[in-house]
């Protein structure tokens, strides 16, 4: 069974901070990751992607994948407000094609003002 | 403007009756997939296709049929046999090449009268 963790939350961070989001997936196979953000009553949005160990930025994003100890996380810099909302981790087994993807539950992500 | 647009919004159906859920993509993409996303639940995979006149069962196809006739529209009819099909639904279309991120339209609400 493969699986993508994550802690559904909420997990709270003042306006202003870092705040960081984990995900740990079970194929140590897997290819591709994927951060998407859901608001209340909306379809995700793609956040951000990872293929290669390290980190990648775009922005106030930070995506950062370990594939050793099969781990991915969002880092958000100077949160504000609007990013209150679930993120979703979402995984792509190895194997190729265009298959789906497998997701997590999703963190909710309060932000303080 | 490029993107992915499902129809309707909100869906009721009623006990015996099959109800069809529209997608349609001006993205020029090969692949096109249907989540089901139940509260506080990540996204399950459907069916998916990766090319006219082909489709694949996801993680939850039991319920469920497809097609894609053409490469803009992947149309999902949910069945009476479908038991449980109080959900959000939602569509997603990506490039044909593998790790390419995929793209969600605003998804269907459907529910029981």
């Known amino acids: 069974q493969k699986e993508v963790e994550q802690n559904s939350g909420p997990l709270s961070v003042p306006e202003g901070a870092i705040a960081s989001l984990n995900c740990t997936y079970s194929?140590?196979?897997?290819?591709?990751f994927f951060w998407y953000r859901q608001y209340s009553g909306k379809s995700p949005e793609l956040i951000m992607f990872?293929?290669?160990?390290g980190d990648k930025e775009d922005g106030r994003f930070t995506a950062q994948l370990n594939k050793a100890s099969q781990y991915v996380s969002l880092l958000i810099r100077d949160s504000q407000p609007s990013d209150s909302a679930t993120y979703l981790c979402?995984?792509?087994?190895?194997?190729?094609?265009?298959?789906?993807?497998?997701f997590g539950k999703g963190t909710h992500l309060i932000i303080q003002p | 403007d490029g993107g992915i647009t499902q129809s309707p919004k909100y869906l009721f159906r009623k006990e015996g009756q099959n109800v069809t859920l529209s997608c349609e993509q001006n993205?020029?993409?090969?692949?096109m997939y249907w989540y089901r996303q139940d509260p506080g639940q990540g996204l399950r995979l459907i069916y998916y296709?990766?090319?006219?006149?082909?489709?694949q069962k996801g993680d939850i196809a039991e319920g469920y049929s497809v097609s894609r006739e053409k490469k803009e529209s992947f149309p999902l009819t949910v069945t009476s046999a479908q038991k449980n099909p109080t959900a959000f639904y939602l569509c997603?279309?990506?490039?044909?090449?593998?790790?390419?991120?995929?793209?969600f339209g605003d998804g269907t609400r459907l529910s029981i009268l």
């Open positions: 296709s990766q090319i006219v006149n082909d489709f």
């Open positions: 990872i293929y290669s160990n």
């Open positions: 993205l020029n993409h090969d692949a």
């Open positions: 979402a995984v792509k087994w190895s194997g190729g094609g265009a298959d789906g993807l497998t």
């Open positions: 997603a279309s990506s490039q044909q090449i593998s790790n390419q991120p995929q793209h």
């Open positions: 194929d140590r196979g897997s290819q591709s």
